[in-house]
């Protein structure tokens, strides 16, 4: 037989509202502390689960935000940036008695039309995306589109639209005043989807190259035929730099995705989203060199 708050409250000889009330938190001082902690044990050993999608019919907020990831060619390599930003988002939602929908995409194109299409069925109440390569002023267009409390998971070239990004700018410098001592000059970034860098850097002693995965490390080396001693692998994965020279970066997903959570309350509330929170800064202290087994 399934479980209601009615059957709660006749078990218990107190009014459906009551029980409501104390399920929902919403007690104030007009039910006694020994009530409320009845109401709540029959409630577990009755095995009650509160049905939501009841709640948000008669509340109108709907418990669901849609988390969208655009589908990336090279999953094999980036799959830790889903999972990471997937396991956390899920888990900073249920904190907070929400759900997560997950909505991979192609164009920004598709996220408006899919987006569009939950909202108008009443089936999503925020949205959360991260930004194509080289797409941000799109992906904004088509978040703005959908007239839901939405966040973007990167830096938008719109600064003015509520974002949270872990500042990967800073990185760069801090990595090269770690390498100075050794000679290096200049630090370059390079992934393994762009083109080999010129000869001139390739042949310039004095510049090193940091890279996010392993596929980068070794077409760098490989490919381009620059020593081991000038790439450096910069990731929060232990396990990738058990056989790398490189950098160990806290990983700040789970700050980033409770960020994203405030903003999203925030815009619900109709209330200004501060620039303070839109960016996590990394410091020194975020960053640890490990297995540094050459000189420049």
């Known amino acids: 037989m399934r479980i209601t708050q009615k059957s709660i409250a006749e078990q218990l000889g107190v009014s459906t509202m009551t029980v409501s009330r104390v ?21 577990k050993n009755a095995g009650y689960h509160e049905n939501r999608l009841a709640k948000a019919m008669r509340t109108g907020e709907v418990p669901l935000s849609a988390l969208c ?13 889903w999972l990471d930003l997937m396991s956390n988002y899920t888990e900073v939602l249920f904190e907070h008695q929400r759900e997560t929908l997950f909505i991979p995409y192609d164009s920004p194109e598709e996220l408006e039309k899919r987006l569009t299409a939950l909202s108008s069925a009443g089936l999503i109440s ?8 080289g797409k941000s002023a799109e992906v904004t267009a088509a978040m703005q589109a959908v007239r839901l409390p939405y966040v973007l998971l990167g830096n938008p070239a719109d600064k003015t639209v509520p974002y949270v990004y872990v500042d990967n700018d800073d990185i760069n410098a801090q990595l090269l005043d770690m390498l100075r001592p050794s000679g290096a000059k200049d630090l370059i970034w390079f ?15 004095d510049i ?8 980068g490390f070794t077409r760098l080396n490989r490919m381009a035929k620059i020593p081991e001693s000038r790439i450096f692998l910069v990731t929060h994965r232990q396990e990738q730099l ?6 160990l970066v806290r990983n700040h997903t789970k700050e980033r995705c409770r960020r994203a959570w405030h903003l999203l309350e925030l815009q619900k509330k109709n209330q200004p989203v501060p620039d303070e929170m839109k960016i996590i800064r990394i410091t020194p202290d975020d960053i640890m060199r490990i297995n540094m087994k050459y000189e420049i």
Do not use: W
């Open 23 to 43: 399920l929902a938190g919403k007690t104030g001082n007009k039910v006694s502390p020994e009530l409320i902690r009845k109401i709540q044990t029959a409630a």
């Open 126 to 133: 925020s949205a959360a995306a991260n930004i194509m390569p």
């Open 191 to 205: 992934s393994e989807d762009m083109p080999l860098p010129d000869q001139t850097a390739v042949q310039n002693p």
């Open 242 to 247: 058990n056989e790398y020279s490189g950098f």
């Open 208 to 215: 090193c190259f940091q890279v996010s995965s392993i596929a």
């Open 69 to 81: 990831l655009h589908r990336m060619n090279h999953f094999g390599e980036q799959s830790s940036y």
